[in-house]
Nanobody, 126 residues
Framework: QVQLVEFGGGLVQAGGSLRLSCAASGRIFSMYRMGWFRQSPGKEREFVATISWSGGSTAYADSVKGRFTISRDNAKNVVYLQMNSLKPEDSATYYC???????????????????WGQGTQVIVSS
């Protein structure tokens, strides 16, 4: 079992930036595909970004492409989400997810991940 802890959320004005971090336990963190998802009240949890185990492959939701950047530091067991040019519609609880099972994965679907953090809230004021 992998434990994931997110931090870095908060209140920011539209146009501002935040960097979310997700610290993971586990000696083989470098083998996990990692993802970020978000959920607003009354809405389903949605894909934001994913990164392969090596960091060599990333993918983003169209709504955040060009504004958000996912990265990872396997030496520190941390995955990041740099969020720039934030918009009020980016307000949500952001969840970190890890895929620790084998097999091919695109990383865009909730079912592809078997470990989840408890989330960190981001509020973007207009």
């Amino acid at each position: 079992q992998v434990q994931l802890v997110e931090f870095g959320g908060g209140l920011v004005q539209a146009g501002g930036s935040l960097r979310l971090s997700c610290a993971a336990s586990g000696r083989i963190f470098s083998m996990y595909r990692m993802g970020w998802f978000r959920q607003s009240p009354g809405k389903e949890r949605e894909f934001v970004a994913t990164i392969s185990w090596s960091g060599g492959s990333t993918a983003y939701a169209d709504s955040v492409k060009g504004r958000f950047t996912i990265s990872r530091d396997n030496a520190k067991n941390v995955v990041y989400l740099q969020m720039n040019s934030l918009k009020p519609e980016d307000s949500a609880t952001y969840y970190c997810a890890a895929r620790t099972v084998g097999g091919a994965s695109f990383g865009r679907a909730l079912y592809e991940y078997n470990n989840w953090g408890q989330g960190t809230q981001v509020i973007v004021s207009s």
